[in-house]
């Protein structure tokens, strides 16, 4: 039986309803299953800490989505049971697209046009030079648009754990690589996944190896970026601005100092997300994968953590 373990806002109905299209056979419970020796296959999101390890005969975690970090959180999480996470082309799409959008505004001035529309004289163009991207996280999300920004005739930059060959991507890895990547960077774009490693990665140290005037994106998780510390960058006139979709405290509070600076664009944490008739494909590859006993997709390294 397939369970899934959802928010509302995440409509597990809809799940539900693509996974019966798909296979109308299925068994396919939702919410805390009454019965929970039968549940083997769960599909999950920010699930209650200890919910995992009341069900007997579970034989595959889901994440829907592709960050692991909240479930790897749950200190209760039963042992030895392989979890599973979600990469999706519409997932990708979605996520380059606004990266892109995130680019274009700084570079053309879009947010200038709103605030203050007498600024820029009248046929104008105006355009922030600078034609070089830097992706911190070469998966599945950073590939994708690393080639979207090749096609817009960007210079791309990449930055992962290990070495990575990307065509027409100029990639790094370690510590030096590191430094040579943000010393180039006119954008960063962090889609780094929150682990012991990058928890504060974005650091002020971090980020005064940018080049002066360098803009920031973050698109992974919120504490990777250590947000005292750019505030501090951006009032030191280090890097030009930011745009943030993923914070330490989600929702951003009301008083968070980030909502009223004016070079922070924030975005409610929706840069991509899980389509239901997108997904429900690849998750029941897996289901059935299990039952048949064969290999498994997108499988998680727990010692890495993604």
Known sequence: MIQLLLPDHMQPQVLQSE???????????????????TVEFAVIWNQPHGTLKTYPKLRVICVYGHGVDSVLLDTELPQGIPIIRLTDQTMAIWMSEYLLTAVLMHRRQMLTHISEPEMIPWGRTVRKPGNRIGILGLGYLGTHAARLFLKMGFEVLGWSRSPKKIKGVSSFNGSEGLDDLLSQSDFLISLLPLTSETENFLDLKTMKRLKKGAYLINVGRGKVLVEEDLIQAMNEGHLSGACLDVFRQEPLPANHPFRNHSKILITPHNSSNTPAESVAPQILENYKNMKKGHPLNNLVDLERGY
């Open 19 to 37: 996974l019966l299209k798909l296979d109308p056979d299925l068994r396919i419970g939702i919410g805390l299953e009454e019965d929970p020796g």
